[in-house]
Structure formats: C-alpha cells, structure tokens
C-alpha cells in the first residue's frame, strides 16, 4: 500500500544535540511538508518543498533544516538553535499544487515523530 | 493571507447525538476547505474537501460539511455520533494568492477535541 512512513515514532534529543527526523513517502508525490503539532495550536508549516532540490521555509522555520535530494525523501533536521524542540512532528505529501486551481488536493500525512528533550 | 477559526475548543455530545463543528475562514480569494480527523498519537486523515464543485460535501464515515459563502463558514456535522467519532478535528483552508496560483499551503484552525459519552 501507498503512503508516507516517519521513523522513529518517539526521539529524544540531548542538549545541543542536532537530530533528524525521517519521512519516506510511495506516493510519487512531488510535494512534501514538515509540521510541527503543540497541543492547543493546531499545526504549523515547518518547510515545504514542491520538487527534488527545492524548498521554501513556513512559519515556524528557525532552528530547523532540510533537504530534498530525492523525490520519496525529506528530511527534517532539529538543530541545536531550536530552544522549543519539544512537539509531535508531522509530514505531509500531496500532488504538486500550482496554476489551474491544483491547490485543492489534499495533503497525506504520516504517524508523526514525537520528540523530547532529555 | 487566509485563516482558519474553529468555534470550541472541546465539543461534547451523546452517542447517537448530532455532532456540529464550527468552522469559519477568512480567505480574499474563493478558497478550497478540507476537514481532517486525528486520533491519538496518529497523523491527520483526510475526512473531506470543499473544491467548488457542490457547496454541500459528503465526506467518510458519515460526516458531511457544507460551505456557506455568505457566512464564510464550513462547519462539520453527522446526525448520529457514534463512540468511535472522539478524536480530534481540523478545519484547513488552501487559497489562492492573487496571482492565480496556490502551493497547497494549508492554514490550520487550533483544532475541536470530539467527546463522545455512551
């Protein structure tokens, strides 16, 4: 079955400790998202990426990188800068959106990553 | 810019009760809304989408959404809960900028906890 896979479930980060979180989709999705969940918050858009070697920061960008090197792949890393690293992480795939009203296709998501400080 | 306004942080209904979830939104240009269900620890599922098409949307599990221009809302209902409804819910809207494009980011409401009591 199609999907998107995020590992590990649950991470735990050292102080100073820069950590990456792994999202995997069999979609053939060329959009990819990274969200960030705190209780009470909804979610906010971390970086987005609508092709291989391409992505744009959201709202919440600061203190966390990623990359885009393969179309299934997209990678968050929490670095050491974000002070606040404590949340439940989501990503999410959908069909490129774009001209022609494209931008009603629905996101994917996957089971999250939950990520603690030691 | 759009946003997203869900009416109730926590909603509480009987089983077999009809269950309402408010949804308004601000967008400048005709938007696309999506509802998306998430149980715990779980991701987002997508439960249904406005795209234009009908302003009355009938999504899985019995849940359906209707879109009321006139009142910029788009609120949730099923006629029957059922103990397997509670879970937590997302209103999202995707708009199109003014130069007629959209890149699928979606703006997400804060998100209605659903109770149900036997």
């Known amino acids: 079955d199609g999907g998107i896979t995020q590992s590990p479930k649950y991470l735990f980060r050292k102080e100073g400790q820069n950590v990456t979180l792994s999202c995997e989709q069999n979609l053939n999705h060329d959009a990819m998202y990274w969200y960030r969940q705190d209780p009470g918050q909804g979610l906010r858009l971390i970086y987005y990426s609508q092709i291989v070697n391409d992505f744009q920061k959201g709202d919440i960008a600061e203190g966390y990188s990623v990359s885009r090197e393969k179309k299934e792949s997209f990678p968050l890393t929490v670095t050491s800068a974000q002070k606040n690293p404590t949340a439940f992480y989501l990503c999410a795939s959908s069909i490129r959106t774009g001209r022609n009203g494209v931008g009603n296709q629905p996101q994917h998501f996957g089971d999250g990553t939950r990520l603690s400080i030691l | 810019a759009q946003s997203v306004t869900q009416l109730g942080s926590h909603v509480s209904v009987s089983e077999g009760a009809l269950v309402l979830l408010r949804c308004n939104y601000s967008s400048s240009v005709p938007p696309y809304l999506f509802w998306y269900v998430q149980y715990p620890n779980q991701g987002l599922q997508l439960l249904l989408k406005?795209?234009?098409?009908?302003?009355l949307v009938k999504g899985i599990n019995g849940f359906e959404a209707e879109f009321k221009k006139s009142e910029t809302s788009f609120h949730l209902t099923k006629p029957s809960a059922h103990m397997s409804d509670a879970a937590e819910y997302f209103c999202a809207v995707s708009g199109l900028n003014a130069g007629g494009t959209s890149y699928g980011k979606l703006t997400f409401g804060q998100g209605t906890i659903l109770t149900v009591h036997p």
């Open positions: 406005y795209t234009s098409a009908a302003t």
